[in-house]
């Protein structure tokens, strides 16, 4: 039953076009909000508050040429080989050859990056051959997304949307530009109308049981981009952290590999020091080698690989060093019930960063016009199959600063009036919705702990192809929902009041595991396409990699093949 409201959306507080719609609101999607031309009205949609998003709980720092002893070869050098044979060296070429620039803005901004006197602290990190990574302590994106965030809310031409979640994108039927996105704010879903949509959403850690992401990265931008028919590009490639903090109710937090290094042990629950079973190097063995151990460990040792967990022992490390070294890891362990100088913390590996996502080229374009992707929601080539440490906040930057060369086309349009339709039982009665509202829910922990299982840290055919099977059923059963079937076939142009109680948040909820649902078979379906290990792409099955697969995994639709490295 439904009814059409005579009035129009005037009693919402945004508008309905923007020169500019960024969505996500990172580090990426705050910096381009702020480098695009002072002359545009930009909208800026973040589904939480600011700042919530991975960049705010980037705990290292970011990469830049910027010492004598180092230089922008030595970078691409480093970057090209932690890629594994996949990064696109122009990309990696301008990458690097921005980063000093991009540091002097955000020095201009007012970041307090570390210092040693005068000159920026630099700190050397795993697979760089000079020290080049800039820090503010231990929580580098906090410092750089408050800044970024102060910016924004000074700007007169940039209007944030806070707890708005973007349902789709808009594009026009004749031209297949993209003209704009549908919008679940408050109990409403209407549409924005913009020459210019950027995704800049972070990537999908939340499609997997074990995650450093924050809650808000669940592949929302490259599902939208996908299922508007955009290319998306090697989304089987992800970095997992070794060892991430695992106790009820904590955030994943990682455990830096520095304390391994200073002498710290990794133990099963007998108290076995496991990892040389797997390497002669034991827990200093490279990031994805320890990562395999634990992992192929708790595969023979754990009922629940989603909850599972080893255990990191920092009390072969004297007390005095751990407080000097790691002050921030004992408060952490503290805030959650662990003493480090007396137990030792659970930990597991983590999904941490998404190389792959929405193919672009150096402006930020995807393959539909008027739609750019940014930061980890976008493949720029500059990852590869396996990012370089702090390449990712830099990544953020330099391509967000391409925005200021946007040209937004001419319009007359200015704050589109839609009807507005109220909806009083598109879901049905009151028991069917919470039907629904459980099946929603259950969804997202069966995926989580499923693509954990089968697409994690070690991959094979038969496990891979089981979990595609699975969701492919998941997706059925989440279309066919009564909240589905009318969400997914709304039609442009016609906003829609939503009679429920907690509207926003159930719309978000729908929306998100839309998404992670469409990420999940996106992953598992290229990971299965890739017979080879390469990079954050592990098979069991296939465990070297294979000269013929150096090309990059491209997915349109439901096509998936293999292309050279410089197509888009």
Known sequence: MTKVNVDSLAQLDIPTYFDVLVVGAGAAGLYAALCLPDSLHVG?????????????????????????????????????RAGAGLCDLEAVKFLVEQAPKCVQSLVSMGVAFDRRGENLALTLEAAHSRPRVLHAADTTGRALVSTLTEQVLTRKNIKVISQAFALSLWLDPQTQHCQGVSLAYGRQIIWVRSPAVVLATGGGGQVFAQTTNPSVSTGDGVALAWRAGATVRDLEFVQFHPTALTTAGAPRFLISEAVRGEGAHLVDEQGLRFAFEYHPKGELAPRDVVSRAIFSHLQRTATDLATANVFLDLRPIPAEKIRYRFPNIIQVCQQWGIDVFSQPIPVAPAAHYWMGGVATDLMNCTSIPGLYALGETASTGVHGANRLASNSLLECLVFGAQMLQLEVPKTSISNPQFPLVTVHHAVGSAGDWQTQKEKIEALRQELRRLVWQSAGICREQKSLDDAIATVKTWREEFAALPLSQYLINLKPGIAIDFDL???????????????????????????????????????????????????????KKEHWYKSPLLEK
Do not use: C
Request: glycine residues 6%; charged residues 20%; hydrophobic residues 40%.
């Open 44 to 80: 800026l949609i973040t589904k939480d508050n600011l700042p919530l998003s991975a960049s705010d709980w980037a705990q290292g720092g970011m990469a830049a040429a910027i010492d004598p002893a180092d230089s922008a070869s030595l970078h691409v050098d480093d970057t090209m």
């Open 501 to 555: 109680p907690d509207a926003n948040q159930e719309l978000r909820n729908w929306g998100e595991v839309h998404n992670l649902l469409d990420v999940a078979y996106l992953i598992l379906k290229s990971a299965a396409f890739r017979t080879e290990s390469r990079g954050g792409h592990y098979r069991l099955d296939y465990p070297q990699p294979d000269p013929t697969w150096q090309a990059h995994t491209v997915v």
